[in-house]
């Protein structure tokens, strides 16, 4: 659900766009913003809740429009998202779809909505848990089969009709708008909007909304304007648009934190006393530095290796990295017949789900070496950048399988996470948490990377996550600070920025540049 950097926040990801009418594609809608920078401390927990909004008002008093404009008044911001009430009225029985379509089913009353369930996924997006959440067709009436992924918010807005009426609800929002708009401006947008987008008839929605519609708004919804904590008018609300987002914008400053500079260069000698031989400890675990090992690396670390070369040589040892990482998977025992007609007592996985993720571009790389153990696996990716201005990760893009994306199956799911290095850790850290949030186990992970900074982030990641398997081939003395140029063409000739990095000492130079470019 996150964007890219070079979006443009007000770029906006209808949802679903195939999977229902466009009504809903508009309600639900993740907008992009310039990547999330860390939402935790050095400990790994989750330091800081998304800002969760609740807007509620009539129907087509103007709640998405407010969304909207709140989210254009907000510029540059982490990641939003508009979560829509709409999407958890309930499933319906044949019967009830028929009385739907003759305008005879009372979809105002708060019973008509899945609160808990509303309830439900919002907690878990406000403490930055991944969610699933339905998807609701109103021209049929009906809860689509299919539902919406979602995570990584900085900001939630939560409109409906009902998005004040329920307590459970009301405890999750830092903020609750109530937008208050004429009867007779409601009723004339809501036949225009219904008509156009709903697939309804100007009849049914009048008869739909003195039946049911108009009563409900008296009895339910208008009394919780008094929750709010500002009524907003359904338009000319400019004024009011402008306090919110700066009341937004502060508190968004106030949650920042700084992460890289206070996890890069620590000593680690209490865990890692050990560089040569079989050094393992609980969870960071060194290939054994045979010859063979030892002359492999020698290869990929001489700036002269041919291009070809690398590539071989990197596929080879990502090969022997994941070879040690499946030591890690729990085997049960299994009995097989021979073709000599001979029974014989082996071993078989014995777990539910395997993945692998890459922490984009530099994972790629170990990618090989994982398809040529495990032939069908499934590899997910994170894009974690570096913010040019802050020096903090940036998560720009997450695109998980199913298997971590919906929490039943993430909680039995081993993933091994690629990354070329860990230097600072702070990707690593990232992508860490990013796991756990969609309810990965920890001592399900199992960190795959060719190269480890011995005064990096390492042990600040094995402090935070002690449970996590780490496997690397060499762990190198050396992480310094410098400037780097990058160069682009614009205009008539080239044009060098300079960016700080992190460089490992011998280290590889920029193994996924070696390797794709
Ligand atoms: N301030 C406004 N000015 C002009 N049109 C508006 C304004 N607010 C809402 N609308 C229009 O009214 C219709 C219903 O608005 P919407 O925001 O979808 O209502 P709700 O989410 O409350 O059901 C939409 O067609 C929208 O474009
Ligand atoms: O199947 C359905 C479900 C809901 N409705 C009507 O929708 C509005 C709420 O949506 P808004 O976007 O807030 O207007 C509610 O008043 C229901 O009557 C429907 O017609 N059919």
Avoid at 157 to 169: K, N, R, T, V, Y
Avoid at 211 to 233: C, E, L, N, Q
Avoid at 341 to 351: F, M, S
Avoid at 437 to 453: E, N, R, Y
Wanted: aromatic share 8%.
């Amino acid at each position: 659900m996150l964007g890219e950097e070079t979006l443009d926040l007000y770029e906006v990801e209808e949802h679903h766009q195939d999977l229902s009418d466009s009504s809903q594609t508009k309600k639900n809608t993740v907008l992009r913003s310039h990547g999330r920078p860390p939402w935790y401390s050095e400990d790994g927990l989750p330091l800081s809740n998304a800002f969760v909004i609740g807007i509620a008002g009539g129907s087509a008093s103007g709640k998405t429009h407010v969304a909207r404009q709140i989210v254009k008044s907000l510029g540059s911001v982490p990641t939003i998202v508009i979560m829509s009430q709409d999407s958890f009225y309930k499933r319906h029985t044949e019967e009830e779809m028929k009385l739907a379509h003759a305008n005879r089913f009372d979809f105002d009353h708060p019973d008509a909505i899945d609160m808990p369930m509303f309830a439900a996924c919002l907690a878990d997006l406000k403490a930055c848990r991944q969610t699933n959440i339905p998807i609701y067709s109103f021209k049929e009436h009906q809860r689509l089969d299919e539902t919406k992924y979602l995570y990584g918010a900085a900001v939630i807005i939560a409109e409906g009709i009902m998005a004040l009426h329920d307590p459970s609800l009301r405890a999750l929002y830092d903020l609750k708008i109530f937008v208050q708009c004429d009867s007779d401006l409601m009723l004339a947008r809501r036949i225009s909007r219904d008509v156009k987008e709903r697939g309804r008839s100007v009849e049914g929605v009048l008869e739909q909304y003195l039946r049911y519609v108009k009563p409900a708004f008296d009895s339910f919804v208008h009394p919780t304007a008094r929750y709010a904590d500002i009524v907003v008018p359904g338009s000319d609300n400019t004024v009011a648009i402008d306090l919110i987002s700066t009341h937004i914008r502060r508190q968004m400053n106030e949650r920042a934190h700084h992460f890289r500079k206070n996890i890069a260069c620590r000593p680690i000698d209490e865990c890692l006393n050990s560089v040569n031989g079989t050094h393992e400890d609980s969870n960071l675990i060194l290939l054994s530095q045979t010859p063979q090992l030892q002359g492999i690396y020698t290869i990929l670390r001489d700036e002269n290796s041919s291009r070809q070369d690398f590539i071989f040589f990197v596929d080879r040892l990502a090969t022997l990295l994941i070879e040690k990482a499946m030591e890690l998977l729990p085997h049960r025992p299994k009995v097989v017949t021979t073709p000599t007609d001979t029974q014989c007592y082996g071993k078989e996985l014995d777990i539910k789900n395997i993945c692998g993720v890459s922490i984009l571009r530099s994972g790629g790389p170990l990618e090989k070496g994982l398809q040529r153990v495990l032939s069908d696996v499934t590899i997910g990716s994170l894009l974690v950048q570096t913010d040019g201005k802050t020096g903090e990760p940036l998560l720009l893009h997450v695109m998980l399988p199913k298997c971590i994306r919906e929490r039943h199956f993430a909680v039995d799911t081993w993933v091994f996470l690629l990354d070329a290095q860990v230097s600072t850790g702070a990707s690593a850290f990232m992508a860490i948490r990013t796991l756990l949030d969609h309810g990965v186990q920890q001592d399900h992970i199992v960190f795959v990377t060719f190269l480890v900074a011995r005064t990096g982030g390492i042990h600040v990641i094995k402090r935070a996550f002690p449970k996590v398997k780490i496997i690397c081939g060499s762990i190198d003395p050396g992480l310094r600070e410098t400037w780097i140029e990058l160069y682009h063409s614009e205009g008539e000739g080239q044009h060098g920025t300079a960016r700080k990095v992190w460089v490992v000492e011998p280290g590889m130079g920029h193994i996924g540049d070696r390797y794709y470019l």
